[in-house]
């Protein structure tokens, strides 16, 4: 079983100002949360999704769904982004790896909702009304209403289809298990499999402290001691 409560443990240790900046969705970068508690390694990454697929919009060809697709299977296997001591004997015991778009259409569900919510409100009223000018006016109503919200619904469906305006990122999350947790270097080979990747902000907490930084390409390696 994950024992995840060490990456809490991790972001409560880290929540300086200068480290909470290092979450932001910034394209071009990264970050690495890593914590070392007993005999585990565990290792958080995310990444905006246009730094490793180049979009962030959902993919809608085939070829964006296999960038997706090939994406999520690279960082199921981490030896391609990390190379960990052999000293260290690490196993790895579980990895969690996905792509995830942050509510694309959950704003425009809420307001859909609204809007027929404020139209069944407003139908409600006539409904005691016998006069048959009074509910010739109201179909009328009705059908400017619903015309209005169609053209309402399809300005907000134009929006949410903008990549512009669309954001996502990938996550994964590693656990090893480890004879020797008394790592001093982790090596990162993920600016070659990912060269849109430019720098890796990171943040670990070891036995021996809390240690953090920015790593690129320059010199791709985590130093814990």
Known sequence: MLKKFTLVTLAIACSTPAIAQQSAHVHGFASINLAIDDEELQIEFVSPAESIVGFEYEPSTAAERKAVADAIALLGNPAKLF??????????????????????????????????????????????EHDEDEHAKHDDHDEDEYAKHDDHGDEHASEDSGAGESHSEFHAHYHFDCKNTAIETIDLRLFETWPRIE???????????QIGGNIDASDPIIRLQ
């Open 83 to 128: 190379a960990l001591p052999a000293s260290a004997s690490c196993e790895l015991h579980e990895v969690e790896a996905e792509r995830h778009a942050e509510g694309e259409h959950e704003e425009h569900s809420e307001h859909d909702e609204d809007e027929h919510a404020k139209h069944d409100e407003h139908d409600d009223e006539h409904d005691d």
């Open 199 to 209: 720098e890796v902000r990171v943040q670990a907490l070891t036995p021996r402290g």
